[in-house]
């Protein structure tokens, strides 16, 4: 009897072990509604200066790239979906293919720099709020590609470390208007 139960339990046991290991090692598909994996890998060696990192490491900074691109519980509108919201705005098919393209660049360069540790980065979650709500006023004032270049400009420079996170506000790109009293 004790024999029967052990031929049984123990080639179940050594498939779930097995199981088990091959989840674990198993990476989760890379979203297809992301830019490619890879050209967030290069970069993440790039910036820290290495031919290969710690798998765990690497695993960790995709995921924060992940959020950037679809979101968190607690800021539920990734770059896709404010990108799509801001596409849905424009009328011109030409103006809407030069605002999805340059979206995509200034995707991947944001959320590069957005993704590392916090002692290394210079575009912190306060900057990516910002654009997210001046992304909102450009499309109401069907200031598309204006803003745009105004983001590119402020991202290169925060990038390069010739301005600081903090400089960035709303009021950079949208200045409250004063009216005067009539």
């Not at 031929?7 to 890379?30: E, M």
């Not at 393209?101 to 720099?113: C, D, P, S, V």
């Amino acid at each position: 009897m004790l024999y029967k139960i052990y031929r049984i339990s123990f080639p179940l046991g050594l498939l779930f072990l097995v199981s088990a290991c091959q989840s674990w090692l198993t990476k989760p598909a890379w979203p297809t509604d992301l830019p490619p994996r890879q050209v967030f890998v290069e970069a993440f060696l790039e910036n820290r200066n290495l031919e290969q990192a710690e798998p765990a490491v690497l695993e960790s900074h995709l995921s924060w790239i992940q959020r950037f691109y679809q979101g968190t519980l607690l800021y539920p509108n990734g770059w896709n979906q404010a990108t799509e919201q801001f596409l849905a705005t424009i009328t011109d098919t030409r103006i809407k293919q030069e605002v999805e393209q340059r979206m995509y660049a200034l995707g991947i360069e944001i959320a590069n720099e957005w993704a590392q540790d916090n002692h290394q980065r210079n575009i912190d979650n306060t900057n990516v709020a910002i654009w997210g709500s001046a992304l909102r006023e450009a499309a109401e004032r069907n200031d598309h590609l204006a803003f745009i270049s105004k983001v590119e400009k402020d991202v290169a420079k925060l990038i390069a470390r010739e301005i600081s996170a903090g400089e960035i506000d709303y009021e950079r790109y949208y200045p409250d208007e004063d009216y005067g009293n009539f």
